[in-house]
Each structure stands twice: as C-alpha cells, then as structure tokens.
C-alpha cells in the first residue's frame, strides 16, 4: 500500500510561482513513475508532468518552459514547481504514483490563479 500526501497548493495571483509537494510513505525507489495530474472544474483529469524512476521526465505541452517536476530521493518527496501561473492552471492537482503495476492516487491540493 502506497500513500500520498499532497501540499502546497493555495490562491496566486496571474504570473505568480506555488510549489507543490507529494510526500510518499514508502521508498521512492520503489516507484516505478510518478506524476502529477490535474482537473479542473467540469474538466477531464490530465496529466501534467511525470517523473520515472530511471529519471525521465515529461510535460504536457501547456505547462513546458513553466513547471518543473522533480523528487528528493532522501524525502521520499516529490515536487512540482510552478512558475508564471495563469488563470488556466486553476484546479485541483493530484500526485499519482505506479508501484509494482498498482496506481495509486493523492487527494489532491487545490491551486486558485486569480486577481
């Protein structure tokens, strides 16, 4: 079993930067891959950003050049830094992790970008 904890999440203004963390209650080693995923209000869940053990890294072209995943191995902890919000960003962002061929999934951190 796999927990997730999200964190960081909160109300920014346009052009403003959150930095969102996922803490994992086991061994980040153990993990597969790792993402973040996002949805907002009457929208699809969408994938953002992901994360493989081994290292690679992708990013929904949306959010290239402006968020940056990344993990501290030490933490078990991983991260999405967002940069230049804009009011699209808006949604509930959730840390979603793939052990063994298991998904598990965060409850998710709400991120407002408005003035």
């Known amino acids: 079993q796999v927990q997730l904890v999200e964190s960081g999440g909160g109300l920014v203004q346009p052009g403003g930067s959150l930095r969102l963390s996922c803490a994992v209650s086991?061994?980040?080693?153990?993990?597969?891959?790792m993402g973040w995923y996002r949805q907002a209000p009457g929208k699809q869940r969408e994938l953002v950003a992901t994360?493989?053990?081994?290292?690679?890294?992708a990013y929904e072209d949306s959010v290239k050049g402006r968020f940056t995943i990344s993990r501290d191995n030490t933490k078990n902890t991983m991260y999405l830094q967002m940069n230049t919000l804009k009011p699209d960003d808006t949604a509930v962002y959730y840390c979603?992790?793939?052990?063994?061929?298991?998904?598990?999934w965060g409850t998710g951190t709400l991120v407002t970008v408005s003035s």
């Open positions: 979603y992790a793939d052990r063994i061929g298991l998904g598990y």
């Open positions: 994360i493989t053990r081994g290292g690679g890294i």
């Open positions: 086991v061994s980040i080693f153990s993990i597969n891959a």
